[in-house]
């Protein structure tokens, strides 16, 4: 047997759901990125299920601030995506969509950068995890002072910064290009 177990053996429980409707994406749901090749920028988004196409794609900007004072007040978590789309007049216009809350997932140049972010501009139910180790568990960061990331067209930006000041970059073989 694998999985938690129940922990309650009698006959007076609820019906289990069927796992079918466990496994549903809720809510603002998940949004992937892969990006595949740099020069030129190539990458695959998805948000739930639905793929976006590149060419829709005209930024995908992702800002996390803790407050200088250390509590709650002032902390930004926003995950914005901004595309095109057309309108009634078959023209193509810009809407920006807000992600949060949801879970984020990014894979490029062999890094993976993980999101969970349970409610906009709000540090309670957010995390971030770097990398994937072998068992398929990866690093949760702790200690953070901001992240920022931002995709275009043609730029791939990915900025973690510690409490103590230090900025490293998450990507850091764009940083020598």
């Known amino acids: 047997m694998f999985g938690r177990p129940s922990g309650n053996n009698d006959h007076g429980t609820p ?40 060419i829709d794609v005209e930024s995908l900007s992702i ?23 057309k309108t009634v007049s078959s023209s193509r216009s810009e809407q920006s969509t807000e992600l949060f809350p949801c879970m984020v997932q990014i894979v490029a140049l062999e890094r993976r950068i993980s999101l969970t972010c349970v409610e906009v501009d709000s540090l309670d139910g957010l995390w971030i995890s770097l990398g994937l180790k072998p068992d398929g568990s990866s690093a949760e960061v702790s200690g953070a002072k901001s992240l920022q990331i931002l995709l275009t067209s043609e730029i791939l930006t990915a900025k973690l910064t510690w ?13 020598l290009a």
């Open 15 to 54: 019906k289990r759901p069927p796992a079918a409707e466990v496994a549903r994406i809720q809510g603002g749901g998940l949004a992937q990125l892969v990006v595949t090749s740099l020069s030129p920028m190539t990458f695959f988004l998805f948000l739930n299920d639905q793929a976006v196409p590149q």
């Open 63 to 85: 800002s996390i601030e803790a407050p200088d004072e250390g509590g709650q007040e002032g902390a930004i978590a926003r995950a914005t995506l901004t595309r095109y789309v």
């Open 163 to 175: 409490m103590d000041g230090e900025t490293e970059d998450l990507l850091p073989e764009l940083a």
